[in-house]
């Protein structure tokens, strides 16, 4: 409970797979009360049950699965939504909400490279929320939006930023295998994917190497600054079904001793208003030690699928480090994302 009542939101996009995990996970939710669901016109008007195939695992929370699916018109019952819409809609929908005054947190990227609309992961940008200053002024809306970076992008400037602010970064080469419920339901075909891997998808290697660019970067006189990095992605997609590994080479202005960057990982919080967040967990990054880890399936559901588990930190002969990381790309690099971003512009005042 925050205050003495929870505060009303909605789900736009609630029938999707990503809709679905926020219904799940916003459930009994302390801060947090479902008032409505929203979905296309196809969906709009019927019971959420029949509206949703249900894809994830467990079933629909009973009272979500009476509720009226409502149209996506900015009239409902709450004062935040949780956007799990495609792109192409997010970019029309979304304004119109902010414009009626609700925030809006974002899993889409219509709005991720907008100067004035925050990318944010809590732990690593928490002060970019100051660019809803510029973005009510600029844009004349009592609302908001926030928006939360690509899956991928999360598990690896998680793991970057606490060695940024040690050792200076300068340079990362990034390779995913991304699994496969990142690509949406009904997702790859199976005799696509089965016994293969898949060396391309469509946009999402630009979407890291910018992304990584404004996580790292810095808000100055309410604009947002790039980081000075470079960095260097390749995407692939495997027989995996959640759990996104990454392996990374990185060089920095200063070169760290193994134990230096194992430290500076293991030692990661996050600021004060973060740790204290209901979704927060206590070690955002975990560091494994075994030779053979970490592994998706046996680490993506690290403290409640919050965490960036790393691994396999050791030195690099072409730049300074090495390391793999795996984080829950539907969890932490989706609708737990939102919802902890959603968390804290509770915590800063943004939304009461």
């Known amino acids: 409970m925050y205050g003495n009542a929870k505060i009303p939101v909605a789900v736009l996009g609630a029938t999707g797979a990503v809709g679905q995990r926020f219904v799940q996970l916003l459930t009994d939710h302390p801060w947090f009360e479902i008032v409505a669901l929203a979905a296309s016109e196809r969906s709009a008007g019927r019971p959420y049950a029949d509206a949703c195939n249900w894809v994830i695992p467990g079933d629909p929370p009973p009272f979500a699965s009476e509720m009226i699916v409502s149209s996506l018109e900015p009239v409902l019952p709450a004062r935040l939504v949780f956007s799990a819409l495609p792109a192409s809609v997010a970019r029309e929908v979304e304004p119109l909400f902010a414009q009626a005054g609700y925030a809006v947190c974002s899993n889409a990227s219509a709005f991720r490279y907008e100067p004035d609309v925050p990318l944010?992961?809590?732990?690593?940008?928490?002060?970019?929320?100051?660019?809803?200053?510029?973005?009510?002024?600029?844009?004349?809306?009592?609302?908001?939006?926030?928006?939360?970076?690509?899956?991928?992008?999360?598990?690896i400037a998680m793991p970057l930023k606490p060695l940024d602010v040690a050792f200076g970064l300068r340079q990362v080469f990034a390779t995913s295998m991304q699994a496969v419920s990142g690509g949406g339901y009904p997702g790859v075909a199976s005799l696509d994917?089965?016994?293969?891997?898949?060396?391309?998808?469509?946009?999402?290697?630009?979407?890291?190497?910018?992304?990584?660019?404004?996580?790292?970067?810095?808000?100055?006189d309410g604009r947002r600054v790039e980081a000075e990095v470079v960095v260097s992605a390749q995407a692939n997609r495997v027989p995996v079904l959640d759990g996104h590994t990454i392996c990374l080479s990185v060089g920095f202005e200063k070169r760290p001793m193994v134990e230096e960057a194992i430290a500076a990982l293991a030692g990661f919080r996050g600021p004060d208003v973060v740790r204290k967040l209901p979704s927060a967990p206590e070690h955002p990054i975990l560091v494994r030690r075994e030779p053979d880890r970490p592994q998706p399936r046996r680490d993506r559901d690290a403290e409640g699928g919050m965490a960036v588990t790393v691994g396999r930190v050791r030195e690099c002969p072409l730049l300074d480090l090495r390391?793999?990381?795996?984080?829950h790309n539907t969890l932490r690099g989706a609708a737990s994302g939102s919802i902890l971003n959603a968390e804290l512009l509770v915590a800063e005042g943004y939304v009461k």
Not at 126 to 140: F, K, N, S, T, V
Not at 193 to 220: C, D, F, H, S, T
């Open 120 to 155: 944010v992961i809590p732990e690593v940008n928490a002060d970019h929320l100051a660019l809803i200053e510029r973005q009510r002024a600029e844009r004349g809306w009592p609302g908001l939006i926030v928006t939360s970076p690509n899956c991928t992008t999360t598990g």
């Open 323 to 327: 390391l793999v990381s795996v984080s």
């Open 193 to 220: 994917i089965l016994g293969n891997v898949l060396p391309y998808i469509g946009g999402e290697e630009e979407k890291i190497e910018r992304e990584m660019r404004l996580l790292l970067g810095r808000v100055a």
